[in-house]
Each structure stands twice: as C-alpha cells, then as structure tokens.
C-alpha cells in the first residue's frame, strides 16, 4: 500500500491512510476482510479499482457490518453508530455475567465528539 502512497497508522497497523489535497481515503484491512471510506467517493472508486486488479475481490457495497460490528449510518444528519452486540453478549455469556444490570451508554450522555480530526 505504501507504493500507492497510503500511510500506515501507527496505532493499527491494519489501518492505512492516503491524504489528497481536499480528501482522504482510509483503508482497514483484516485477514480478508476490507472496509474503504473516505471523503471522496471518486478516490474511493479508483481505489476499489485498483485493488481489483491486484486481488480477487467482492464489493458489498456500503458496509453493513465488519467485524461483528453493525454499522448505522445516516448521512442526511451525519450519524455514524457502531454497535457490539454480539460481541457483548459473547463476552458476558465467557464470563457467566448474563444477568448483569445494564446501562443505556458507558459515557455520560452530555459529551460530545467533534466531526474535525487530524488524521
């Protein structure tokens, strides 16, 4: 990846990183799982064609799911949900803790996450 001028992220090796002038394109791979986002459907296109070339893929369109985790996004109000289910209640169940009170979210409700980040 870094001969087509993506960056690996130094926190997840698994993540590469490509900044263009006014976009960016982030690539996760995991053993033969692939998710592509980015700012720039263009960059993200020429990307999956690139990749085509090299590799035997399958595109799913826009992701659903990776990982065991949902994705839920809604563009119109710019929200983007990540959800563990499964991977919660396996842990529980590992753990014989599936009568655990629960909680409605791990971080008080009134913070906040920016949209502006430093890749």
């Known amino acids: 990846m870094s001969n087509s001028g993506f960056n690996r992220y130094d926190m997840d090796h698994c993540c ?58 809604n563009r119109s109000e710019g929200i983007l949900k990540l959800f563990q289910e499964k991977y919660i209640h396996k842990l529980l169940e590992r753990f014989y803790l599936e009568d655990s009170k629960t909680r409605n979210t791990p971080l008080g409700p009134y913070l906040k996450f920016s949209k502006k980040q430093s890749l």
């Open 16 to 73: 590469y990183i490509k900044k263009y002038t006014n976009s960016y394109v982030i690539l996760v791979v995991y053993a033969d799982d692939m998710l592509i986002a980015g700012s720039s459907m263009a960059e993200i296109n020429r990307l999956k064609q690139q990749l085509a070339k090299n590799f035997e893929m399958k595109d799913l369109g826009p992701a659903k799911q990776i990982l065991g985790m949902r994705i839920l996004r």
